[in-house]
T-cell receptor, first 111, second 111 residues
């Protein structure tokens, strides 16, 4: 069966520090991968999605970036965090445009 | 672009039925989904309906789709306190495009 792992679960980082969140999927090949952000009390904002290794689509211009070094690995990064980067980050996968399956999320607090 | 709209809040008494509504704009939607998010967790797929169906029932959950009006609803019968969560409506089309999510409806169940 397919599983998705996302870590860490919580993270507190100072303003200006770098960020690396990792997501891996097991049990499937060539999945579509997604990074979403959920600010407090708000809906889901799609940040990045990838349909294959090295293929990244950015939905929102900001100081975040994403990479897909392996088929089932998706990494969200920042060189310098801003206060506004605080939020709940969710990784998800799907097979083409069918239902998406989500990780448990990372609560990021930038202080 | 595509848009999915939901009311933000719904409050019901335990044992009553809950109806969460959603409207979407993309007439080429192929699947429509309902996700549940409990506090501090990722999104869990509850149910989905294919666009050529008008109703789907799964235990306490009933999904109704009015394709002409682009209106989707989720009815939860005999609502319990454990049903308190944020419910997201989402739609997808064919190909590799990401799911489009609504902002979520926060359901509060009063004992």
């Amino acid at each position: 069966s397919q599983t998705i792992h996302q870590w860490p679960a919580t993270l507190v980082q100072p303003v200006g520090s770098p960020l690396s969140l990792e997501c891996t999927v097991e049990g499937t090949s060539n999945p579509n991968l997604y990074w979403y952000r959920q600010a407090a009390g708000r809906g889901l904002q799609l940040l990045f999605y990838s349909v294959g290794i090295g293929q990244i689509s950015s939905e929102v211009p900001q100081n975040l970036s994403a990479s897909r070094p392996q088929d089932r690995q998706f990494i969200l990064s920042s060189k310098k965090l801003l206060l506004s980067d605080s939020g709940f980050y969710l990784c998800a996968w799907s097979v083409r445009s069918t239902e998406a399956f989500f990780g448990q999320g990372t609560r990021l607090t930038v202080v | 672009g595509e848009d999915v709209e939901q009311s933000l809040f719904l409050s019901v008494r335990e044992g009553d039925s809950s109806v969460i509504n959603c409207t979407y704009t993309d007439s080429s939607s192929t699947y429509l989904y309902w996700y549940k998010q409990e506090p501090g967790a990722g999104l869990q797929l509850l149910t989905y309906i294919f666009s050529n169906m008008d109703m789907k029932q799964d235990q306490r959950l009933t999904v109704l789709l009015n394709k002409k009006d682009k209106h989707l609803s989720l009815r939860i019968a005999d609502t319990q306190t454990g049903d308190s969560a944020i419910y997201f409506c989402a739609e997808s089309t064919t190909g590799n495009t990401p799911l489009v999510f609504g902002k979520g409806t926060r359901l509060s169940v009063i004992a």
